[in-house]
């Protein structure tokens, strides 16, 4: 479906939503555990976050899994209850975050492996 001529909601369009979905999973859920580990694994380099530091630290990367599993949970209960347009927000700013941490986790991984 597309919007109506002279509609101005951007979000009427169909691959807009599993556009944004599948960007968040690609960048938040697996960019982001990927380049953690890449960069644990270098030595050297800490996980930054103080909610998933401790969860690293114990059980190890992996164990990341499980959180972005939650997360993503929450973030589809919270869109599906959102009305649209605004629940598009919701894969937006995942996708965003996860684009922002696996830039930033690839520059420090460049870092760690060049010091």
Do not use: Q
Not at 72 to 100: D, K
């Amino acid at each position: 479906m597309v919007s109506a001529p002279g509609s101005n909601h951007w979000a009427d369009v169909d691959w807009i939503c599993p556009l944004l979905w599948t960007t968040a999973v690609i960048a938040f859920g697996i960019g982001d555990v990927l380049t953690t580990a890449v960069g644990l694994a270098l030595g050297g380099v800490v996980e930054a976050n103080p909610m998933a530091r401790p969860v690293v630290r114990e059980l190890g990367v992996f164990a990341m899994i499980s959180l972005k599993v939650l997360v993503f949970g929450l973030a589809v209960v919270a869109w599906r209850s959102t009305p649209s347009p605004y629940s598009e927000g919701i894969p937006i700013g995942l996708a965003t975050l996860g684009v922002t941490l696996s830039v930033w986790n690839v520059a420090v991984v460049v870092t760690a492996f060049l010091v």
